[in-house]
């Protein structure tokens, strides 16, 4: 089937080509098209995956929205891989749906919108198929375990999670006794954060995926309700490397006091029936599950009515481009194993329907 990749040149999209060039993957599709912020690409006789993104470096005219306008007027089943972190390629996800058009995205912006979109994009999932399991620990099975539980009846109580490598990362490191310029600089330097990394230190990102993560357990909430407190607040007058020395003191007497307290920093989103939800720094001991957590590692404490008192932990590798792309990928193999047999049903051989 028809398949579009908008985020091409992306460091998720490049290693997503990769992989379905990889003559041991075997998925039901075919690359028709593949878009950055700079151009778009689009070869209904499909594009070789591995050449796929050489092609688009070279390529001077068309646009990630042109692409999917062609891609909501062309065949059906049709779908649409969106490995962009981009709120306007975000903001087509329940049109796109809506028209029969299928999408895998690890693009957290839609799913984290308001509580309104959110409803509108499950309601079109559920007449087309799509996947955002990534969106939340790449190729942790966090999602997967929540809808789970959800289906055979049970109720989340309570949530405690570690979900951003970046910030674990940071905090891996500063515990290890390197300065907080010196890991930030790291975590800029590996790609674990951007450029200037004051994004990373709001916390935003995590708020999305605990926003998310209470979606799927039925919870309705608006991710303004998740009340917010950054890692650190770093103003914007000066250079980020220069504004994080003012902090290097305060961190310093911190580490020392969580060691002698044999507890960890960690930054935590949390969730209750009784307390809400919030998302802030925490000190922990060295006993709780989220405490053993390190470096990119997400850990995830879930605790529901059938559970009872022994919670369910997941753990493991929560950000890396190959685990995302690979999580993407298994997405792009679910909605497929949807989709396929709704296109038997139609004419043999398949001929898919075009629409006006």
């Known amino acids: 089937m028809p398949l579009a990749l908008i985020g091409a040149s992306g460091r998720v999209g490049a290693d997503l080509l990769k992989l379905l060039a990889q003559p ?20 209904a006789e499909g594009l070789a995956p591995g050449l796929a993104a050489e092609r688009l470096r070279a390529q001077a005219g068309g646009s990630a929205e042109a692409l999917i306008e062609q891609l909501i007027a062309g065949e059906r089943p049709a779908l649409l891989v969106d490995c962009t972190a981009s709120a306007a390629i975000a903001a087509h996800s329940a049109r796109l749906l809506e028209a029969g058009v299928s999408l895998v995205t690890p693009n ?10 959110y409803q509108r994009l499950r309601q079109a999932a559920l007449t087309t198929p799509a996947a955002w399991s990534a969106t939340v620990g790449a190729g942790l099975p966090i999602l997967s375990t929540i809808r789970r539980l959800r289906a055979a009846g049970d109720r989340l109580t309570a949530i405690e999670a570690t979900l951003s490598g970046t910030l674990g990362s940071l905090l891996t490191r500063v515990h290890d006794g390197v300065s907080l310029r010196q890991a930030l600089t790291e975590a800029v330097h590996h790609g674990l954060a951007e450029p200037d990394p004051r994004i990373d230190l709001s ?154």
């Not at 998925?27 to 593949?34: C, Y």
């Not at 957290?108 to 979109?117: E, H, L, N, P, V």
Request: proline fraction near 5%; include cysteine.
């Open 108 to 117: 957290k912006i839609a799913f984290a919108g308001t509580q309104r979109d």
């Open 203 to 356: 916390g935003q990102d995590v708020r999305r995926k605990l926003t998310i993560m209470l979606r799927e357990a039925g919870v309705e909430i608006e991710p303004g309700a998740i009340a917010l407190d950054p890692l650190l607040h770093l103003g914007s007058e000066q250079p980020w490397d220069e504004a994080v020395g003012a902090h290097e003191r305060d961190w310093l007497g911190l580490i020392q006091d969580a060691r002698r307290s044999q507890s960890r920093f960690v930054y935590r989103a949390r969730w209750s029936l009784a307390d809400g939800a919030h998302v802030a720094l925490a000190l922990v001991p060295d006993a709780h599950p989220l405490a053993g957590a390190r470096g990119t590692e997400n850990r995830v404490v879930l605790h529901s009515e059938y559970q009872g008192d022994t919670p369910i932990v997941i753990a493991g590798a929560g950000a890396g481009v190959r685990i995302t792309a690979a999580a993407v990928l298994a997405d792009v193999q679910a909605v497929c194993e949807q989709l396929l047999p709704l296109a038997s049903v139609r004419e043999q051989p398949v001929r898919l329907r075009r629409i006006a």
């Open 24 to 43: 041991a993957i075997d998925a039901p599709v075919q690359l028709v098209g593949v878009a950055n912020s700079r151009a778009a690409l689009w070869q």
